[in-house]
């Protein structure tokens, strides 16, 4: 098989090479527009991808939501953060506030706070034209995002399938040693935690690899059903595990 870091990687090098085909060309798409802040349309390119293509389209689409509305925030807030500087750091710092609070339950009400304080932040050095700004982010946040969604297509992840049948293989294993380890008459010291946790930990890689698989683009059937069956095995097994864990420690207490 191939080297473990490879094998970790593995998984990985389809975003890797995504993101820096998506964002090279939002820049280079930005520059050959004239667009004046064409570091808007990179990050993001760079914010869309995540696991597969169908995710990498929901955050798209929830970046592209997220800044049109926060531009007509910006839009309507600029009139009092140009009242002073005061105002301004106070409307960023609500911004800023808001941002923190949604971002991780729920990016494109996050992206509504993030987008004006993104193009507050750019008045400290002086006060800029409202329209400029905005006409710049549109702009960058419509590039940006048609230009990574295209190379997330481009850049096809072929060995999706084929990771899933390394992962039910190792479940498979992971399975069957922690069944040898139950059926023991007395398990060696720390045998049936080890078992237990390395059955966990392929279920676990199992369910993510089929997660990220299912949502691929141009890909042959997936083993679904096996899929469901070996994770439901699993299960099954991890239970009798913790129960053969729990009467070995009774044995041992009454020893």
């Known amino acids: 098989g191939e080297p473990p870091l ?3 990687l593995g998984p990985l090098a389809p975003i890797a090479l995504r993101t820096a085909v998506g964002c090279a060309l939002a820049g280079y798409v930005s520059l050959a527009l004239g667009v004046g802040r064409p570091y808007w349309a990179l990050v993001t390119a760079a914010s869309l991808y995540q696991a597969n293509v169908t995710l990498t389209w929901s955050r798209g689409v929830q970046r592209v939501v997220g800044n049109l509305v926060g531009v007509l925030v910006f839009a309507a807030v600029a009139p009092l953060a140009h009242l002073g500087q005061a105002a301004l750091v106070l409307c960023c710092l609500a911004f800023n506030f808001g941002a923190e609070a949604l971002m991780s339950r729920n990016y494109w009400l996050g992206s509504i706070c993030v987008t004006p304080m993104a193009l507050l932040i750019t008045e400290f050095a002086r006060t800029q034209q409202s329209g400029a700004l905005i006409t710049d982010r549109v702009v960058d946040t419509l590039v ?3 230009v990574g969604f295209v190379a997330a297509i481009a850049v096809t992840n072929r060995r999706a399938g084929d ?3 390394h992962a039910l293989s190792a479940a498979e294993r992971a399975r069957d040693h922690a069944l040898t380890v139950v059926a023991q ?5 720390g045998a049936l935690e080890s078992a237990r946790r390395a059955l966990a ?3 676990v890689d199992l369910r993510a690899t089929a997660d990220a698989a299912v949502g691929e683009w141009w890909q042959r059937a997936l083993p679904e059903e096996r899929v469901m069956h070996a994770e439901q095995a699993g299960h099954r097994t991890l239970a ?3 129960r053969r864990q729990g009467l070995h420690c009774l044995e041992g207490a009454r020893a």
């Open 6 to 8: 490879l094998r970790r």
């Open 144 to 146: 940006g995002a048609l």
């Open 163 to 165: 990771r899933i049948e």
């Open 185 to 189: 008459e007395r398990p060696a010291p």
């Open 201 to 203: 930990a392929a279920v």
């Open 240 to 242: 009798a595990t913790v």
